[in-house]
């Protein structure tokens, strides 16, 4: 069964064709997503975070997430985004918590992320020092296209100035402590 979770209204101008994955490498699609910065997409990153954690509409579609994953009882579900990292991340990061997962597993799991990201990330800088782009682009290359640690903190530290997770889940998603049971009844052992 495939479910179309739209976690964010507008990203068209940020997600390729699919001429493009057909007909360029990885590389040259990261470094033409990261040039279109021009040299601001770290900024552009934290504030792209920030609307995953925080904005009505993105909290809203992670709970559709969430009530697809407390009322399925068999299988397993793979949930993913374009890249699956910062969508897909912000949900695992959201799941992890609900569920009572240390925060230092979550991080290192989710840095994980990387070990395949680099060698695209790696070819994207070579084609931009390649091509003249500036230094900052170059940057970019890596904290567009990569996790950073600062990314997952950004998510606890909205989550902590609600003072626990469960008042975070209970105030920005309607998540009650009987939800949370039943989401932790099934995927805890």
Not at 33 to 51: I, L, V
Not at 59 to 81: E, P, R, V
Not at 83 to 96: E, F, H, Q, S, Y
Request: hydrophobic share 35%; proline share 1%.
């Amino acid at each position: 069964e495939y479910i179309h979770i739209p976690i964010v209204q507008e990203l068209a101008t940020r997600v390729m064709s699919k001429n493009d994955y057909q007909t360029k490498t990885i590389g040259e699609i990261l470094l033409r997503f990261t040039a279109d910065f021009g040299g601001k997409g770290y900024e552009w990153m934290h504030s792209f975070y920030r609307d995953l954690y925080s904005s009505d509409y993105s909290l809203s579609q992670y709970k559709i997430f969430f009530d697809y994953l407390k009322n399925q009882t068999q299988g397993a579900t793979i949930f993913h985004c374009t890249a699956g990292k910062d969508r897909t991340g912000v949900g695992a990061i959201l799941l992890l918590s609900a569920l009572g997962v240390k925060r230092e597993q979550i991080v290192g799991d989710y840095l994980k992320t990387n070990e395949s990201a680099i060698i695209d990330v790696l070819e994207a800088q070579r084609l931009g020092r390649e091509q003249g782009y500036d230094e900052e682009v170059i940057l970019d290359i890596e904290r567009v296209n990569c996790v950073l640690p600062e990314y997952a903190q950004a998510v606890f530290d909205h989550i902590d100035s609600f003072g626990s997770v469960e008042a975070f889940l209970k105030e920005k998603m309607g998540i009650d402590e009987d939800y949370l049971k039943s989401l932790r009844d099934n995927y805890l052992e």
